[in-house]
């Protein structure tokens, strides 16, 4: 089993940066595929990002293509999430997640969930 916790989110003005961090327990973690999701007021959980177990390939949600950046570190048992000129739509609660067979963007295909870190972006 892995153990997730967030960190990092906060209330940031359009067009700012925020780097969310994802800590996970356990031995394994550079065996899980690890993904970022996030879920807005009344809508429903969205993908984002993820990563494979190497880091060798990311996968984005196109609305945040080209802003957003995944990347992990297997040596500190995490995994990041740059987000780069955030707009207002960019507001949720962002939750990491992982998984041990590829990579995927279903949220259902994932067996490990954070509790979530609010992103708050103010026009």
């Known amino acids: 089993q892995v153990q997730l916790v967030e960190s990092g989110g906060g209330l940031v003005q359009a067009g700012g940066s925020l780097r969310l961090s994802c800590a996970a327990s356990?031995?394994?973690?550079?065996?899980?595929?690890m993904g970022w999701f996030r879920q807005a007021p009344g809508k429903e959980r969205e993908f984002t990002a993820t990563i494979t177990w190497s880091g060798g390939s990311t996968y984005y949600a196109d609305s945040v293509k080209g802003r957003f950046t995944i990347s992990r570190d297997n040596a500190k048992n995490t995994v990041y999430l740059q987000m780069n000129s955030l707009k207002p739509e960019d507001t949720a609660v962002y939750y990491c997640?992982?998984?041990?067979?590829?990579?995927?963007?279903?949220?259902?295909?994932?067996?490990?969930w954070g509790q979530g870190t609010q992103v708050t972006v103010s026009s």
């Open positions: 997640a992982a998984r041990l067979i590829g990579p995927s963007i279903h949220s259902y295909d994932y067996n490990y």
């Open positions: 356990g031995r394994t973690f550079s065996r899980y595929v």
